[in-house]
């Protein structure tokens, strides 16, 4: 039999975006220590479910940290106390009998509540509708390997395209900057060679369209801190870097003047 | 279903010149904020380095003074270059707090209503990078009080224009003026600490290799600043620096403009 613990939990309750919300104090006594963070909720839903309560609405779907589906502040902190570690991975057994956990969902002005715990995080999903895919062309599927790419390339791009896409960063971010995830993003597929033809435009129109919706970047680093892939911050310099070339060269003008 | 702010900006009908056009961009406004920044730092440096001839006495500062309206010798007008120098400096300066305060703006906004029950947990912010836009309002208030009190001669009746050394003397023998010098400085040290770490990042020209070594230099240039700009009031202070044999206008050169 694994240790328990008991805990007193309170989690934020909202109906809807524009409801007023309020927090549910819970005592939950007898958690196994060796429940994920998620596998506790559903403990606590099973028992307001008993008492005819609604269950608390939290979002989740692999519980195996690569769907980027989980997400909220545990104390303060996106993702709770681990680092690298994403809600549906941490452990119970980091924390104490008797502690208080404070439960809340990612807050931003452009993650509006969608129910208790859940947020609406589709305006990521238009940040990769501007730019986030490659052209390639129809017909006979390439050979493998065809075209060569450098180990360390392969490695960078490997390292970006780990982020799920879970707002961890926005919800960390004094700003609620969403420049992590867009570097990421742009970090993928910019480095490798099927995604040079759209580089430069893939790169204005992924950074601009997360303008329309996010703060803007002052360097704290909270992001990386609270990313469960431990992004590199250095993207979004890579990512700077790109968008400003872009803008001033626009090499694409040359033939036309 | 909610639906998610994207900002509407109204974008002008008429194509803006392609710096203007940029400086719509948050990533672009950072960019040319960092590189402000450059020009600023560099002017601090060089200011504190050049006042460091006050520790050589009334007739090193009074005539390095003198020898910055004299920039360009004979190849230009007397005192040309050096509001060439002014005009810049003031330039980089509007451009850069124009930025800092719109990108605040903007951030804030993003933010939305602090919901938060339990504060933030920072993990990799500190205090130099969170009070940026406080370091930077007291830098601001502190060179036009800098300027009234040194450059314009408001606050005494000793003032003399080319007299560097009794004005500064007279300035600082003063404790509250001396601690109005220190606090500001202070600030501007935290200002420049995380500014300097942040510019690399903002500019794109972080390298993984030199990350570590970029904290230090943001540490040691910070540090030389602070310590150079704190010396000079308390070398006042402290009697290092006093009037013993001086005599106001003793140094007949050419005084003006
Ligand atoms: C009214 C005065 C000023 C204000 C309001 C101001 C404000 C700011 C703000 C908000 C940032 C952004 C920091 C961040 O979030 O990363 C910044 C960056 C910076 N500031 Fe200032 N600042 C002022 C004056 C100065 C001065 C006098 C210097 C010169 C020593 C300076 C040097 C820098 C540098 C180097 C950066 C880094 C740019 C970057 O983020 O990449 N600032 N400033
Ligand atoms: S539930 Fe898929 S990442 Fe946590």
């Known amino acids: 039999m694994s240790k328990m613990l008991n805990l007193k939990l309170k989690i934020w309750r909202q109906n809807g975006p524009h409801a007023q919300g309020s927090f549910l104090e819970v005592d939950a006594h007898d958690i196994p220590e060796d429940a994920s963070f998620l596998e506790m909720l559903d403990v606590v839903n099973e028992r307001l479910i008993a008492d005819d309560v609604e269950p608390v609405t939290f979002g989740h779907d692999c519980r195996e940290g690569i769907c980027g589906t989980c997400g909220v502040m545990i104390n303060g902190q996106a993702h709770g106390p681990e680092k690298g570690t994403a809600t549906c991975q941490l452990h119970m057994r980091k924390f104490n009998d008797g502690d208080e956990i404070v439960i809340e969902p990612w807050q931003a002005t452009s993650f509006p509540i969608l129910k208790d715990l859940m947020v609406d995080r589709r305006a990521f999903d238009r940040i990769v509708e501007a730019g986030g895919y490659i052209s390639a062309p129809t017909g006979t599927a390439p050979d493998a390997n065809e075209i060569p790419i450098p180990k360390e390339v392969a490695d960078t791009s490997m390292d970006a395209a780990a982020c799920i896409g879970c707002g961890a960063c926005v919800a960390a971010c004094p700003n609620s900057a969403a420049q992590l995830f867009t570097s990421a993003k742009l970090h993928h597929l910019n480095t490798l060679p099927q995604g040079q033809p759209e580089r430069w435009k893939r790169t204005e129109a992924m950074v601009e369209t997360m303008e329309d919706f996010f703060g803007s970047c002052t360097n704290h680093g909270e992001c990386h801190e609270a990313c469960p892939k431990e992004i590199s911050l250095d993207f979004i310099a890579f990512m700077n870097k790109d968008y400003v070339k872009s803008k001033i060269k626009n090499r694409s003008l040359a033939s036309k003047r | ?257």
């Open chain 2, 1 to 257: 279903m909610t639906t998610t702010a994207r900002r509407e900006d109204t974008k002008p009908a008429r194509k803006l010149p392609w710096i203007l056009e940029m400086y719509r961009s948050d990533v672009a406004k950072k960019w040319i904020m960092a590189v402000s920044g450059v020009i600023l730092l560099g002017y601090i440096a060089a200011h504190m380095l050049g006042n460091m001839k006050l520790y050589f006495g009334a007739e090193e500062i009074n005539h390095y003074g003198e020898s910055l309206r004299d920039l360009g010798g004979d190849l230009v007008p007397r005192t040309h270059l050096l509001w060439i120098m002014r005009i810049g400096l003031t330039a980089a300066f509007a451009v850069h707090i124009h930025a800092a305060y719109s990108l605040t703006r903007k951030n804030l906004q993003a933010r939305g209503r602090v919901r938060y029950d339990e504060p933030r947990q920072y993990l990799a912010a500190n205090y130099a990078s969170r009070t940026m836009r406080w370091s930077g309002v007291i830098v601001l208030l502190f060179v036009v009080f800098h300027l009234a009190d040194l450059t314009w001669g408001w606050f005494s009746d000793d003032w003399v224009r080319g007299d560097v050394y009794a004005n500064v003397y007279n300035s600082m023998d003063a404790w509250p003026i001396a601690l109005i010098y220190i606090a500001a400085n202070v600030a501007l040290a935290m200002h420049i600490f995380h500014g300097a770490w942040s510019m690399f990042q903002t500019l794109g020209i972080n390298n993984p290799r030199y990350n570590n070594a970029r904290k230090n230099f943001a540490r040691g240039i910070a540090g030389l600043i602070l310590i150079g700009n704190l010396s000079f009031p308390l070398a006042v202070q402290g009697g290092l620096v006093d009037l013993d044999g001086h005599t106001p206008g003793q140094y007949n050169l050419e005084y003006g403009e």
